[in-house]
């Protein structure tokens, strides 16, 4: 390994959003490394998938920016994008197909040129667990494995940023072990966002972890720091319950003290 | 990048059992329609033999037959493209798209024509059948010529209304009641109206088709089914970037 630090996958600076006159997104500023893997963490509606969509180009920011591998984003979407793999919260998944043609076109869509979409192919099938499947109608498939169709489509193409919303939702127990050793793995070769509510998740995963709330970043640091949080080692549970209600008591001070 | 997208249309079409079923009935439909014309002009035909210069089979067969197709198509048109894109709204599978490497202009051209060469392909046993009248008897092909460029732009303008309301929408159900009101709207405002002058009949496809239909190729028709189909893209590709400034 050389010593110089790894190469910055993506950067996103000051991004905001807001849906009518609410706003969103305030000012978040995200990096990622590669062979990194970032939790995103937050309660239910604390922005996490407004954010994915906007790092994934499927929602623009107001105003803000955003590299993916050096590439602004926002004027050319299209050379940024060859370089994600984005899993939404609903897997996107034309459901009457089978999995080997939704697969192939996802890889087409990716601009996986033809001669090489067998083998791109097998590789994502056997790294999701998918090869006995392959022939089978996606709308036949139980919620589990169309999970993981969702995720062999985002990394079909090799990306070096892959993104993933809320991977383990809905998966049995022995399905989580396996998609979560599937992200470790790919966590070494690219770099990972994955967005989440469960601590479980985040401990056994992740690199670093971003704190969620109300639209902003309110706690960034590496997964070991968190559970050190306070110069008391704790659970990771506990740390974030104290971090985002610290955060939501300086909130309310703050807007008190504006109404007077 | 834009064969792609008229593929996968065009792959999760055809596998739909209701696809084939229609497909067929059509077929039966326009099969029985043929005949029943060819045999009204056998019967007729030793009547009009006698005129000075007596109707052919391309202008007693063919050219109504084509009419028909084109009314057809118009209440046909707005089931199959309700789907196009309120239907991957509802699925949510549009971030697969969106967050592809390829512009919006690949979706909805790719969409656009997959959906063409459905149609296309569908309404494709009708010129065959009138075709086979020439192994029997001498077809006027300048009419024939003139009904197919006619038609084939006629479709690309409905496919391209039908295209643009699915954008409009998370409902297929609402994108095929919304172009079929817009649709049999602009016929029915056509053929309604009875001043020879009246702006109904300069923005009505099917009442533009009337040329067509009776062999006259004139090129301000052509412009206004090239233009109808090219706004209705253009307005599909900005509501599918709207999609991404709106959320």
């Known amino acids: 390994m050389s010593d110089t630090a790894p190469e910055i996958t993506i950067s996103a600076r000051k991004l905001t959003r807001r849906f009518g006159n609410q706003k969103i997104i305030h000012d978040v500023s995200l990096t990622l490394r590669r062979g990194e893997v970032l939790g995103l963490l937050g309660h239910n509606g604390a922005g996490k998938s407004t954010t994915m969509q906007m790092l994934t180009g499927c929602l623009l920011p107001d105003s803000g920016d955003i590299e993916v591998c050096g590439i602004d984003l926002l004027r050319q979407p299209i050379l940024a994008k060859m370089h994600l793999g984005y899993l939404p919260e609903t897997p996107p998944l034309y459901r009457e197909l089978r999995v080997d043609d939704y697969l192939t076109f996802a890889a087409r869509l990716r601009g996986i040129k033809n001669g090489k979409v067998a083998a791109a192919l097998a590789q994502a099938k056997q790294r999701c667990g998918l090869e006995a499947i392959g022939g089978k109608i996606i709308a036949t498939l139980s919620k589990g494995y169309q999970q993981r169709v969702g995720i062999a489509q985002a990394i079909v193409h090799n990306p070096e940023v892959i993104v993933l919303d809320e991977p383990t939702v809905g998966l049995d127990p022995a399905q989580i072990r396996d998609i979560r050793s599937l992200i470790r793995e790919l966590g070494d070769s690219s770099s990972v966002i994955l967005s989440t509510h469960l601590l479980g998740e985040v401990e056994s995963l992740c690199d670093r972890v971003e704190i969620m709330q109300k639209g902003r970043l309110i706690y960034g640091d590496t997964t070991a720091a968190l559970a050190n949080y306070g110069g008391e080692p704790g659970r990771l549970e506990e740390n974030f319950i104290r971090i985002t209600e610290r955060e939501t008591a300086a909130n309310a001070a703050t807007s008190a003290g504006d109404g007077k | ?247």
């Open chain 2, 1 to 247: 990048m834009i064969r792609l997208i008229a593929m996968r249309e065009l792959r999760s079409l055809f596998t739909l059992p209701s696809t084939w079923l229609i497909f067929a009935a059509l077929q039966f439909v326009f099969a029985w329609f043929f005949l029943a014309r060819l045999e009204a002009f056998l019967e007729v035909q030793p009547q009009l033999a006698q005129l000075a210069n007596p109707p052919g089979v391309t202008i007693t067969v063919a050219a109504p037959m084509f009419n028909t197709i084109a009314l057809l198509l118009m209440m046909l048109t707005p089931m199959y493209t309700m789907r196009l894109i309120a239907e991957e709204r509802r699925n949510q599978t549009l971030p697969l798209l969106l967050s592809a490497p390829l512009s919006e202009l690949h979706i909805v051209l790719g969409k656009f024509l997959g959906m063409l060469v459905f149609l296309i392909a569908l309404s494709a046993s009708v010129p065959l059948m009138l075709y086979s009248l020439a192994l029997g008897t001498e077809l006027d092909h300048g009419l024939m010529l003139s009904n197919l460029i006619g038609l084939l732009l006629l479709t690309a303008s409905f496919t391209a209304l039908g295209l643009y309301i699915s954008a409009l929408t998370v409902q297929p159900v609402i994108a095929a009641i919304g172009a079929l009101a817009a649709l049999v709207g602009l016929w029915l405002a056509d053929i309604g109206a009875s001043a020879p002058d009246s702006p109904w009949h300069a923005i009505s496809p099917l009442g533009r088709f009337q040329n067509f239909n009776a062999g006259l190729l004139d090129s301000s028709d052509a412009m206004f089914f090239v233009l109808f189909t090219g706004v209705f893209l253009l307005l599909t590709i900005r509501r599918l970037h709207n999609n991404r400034t709106y959320g």
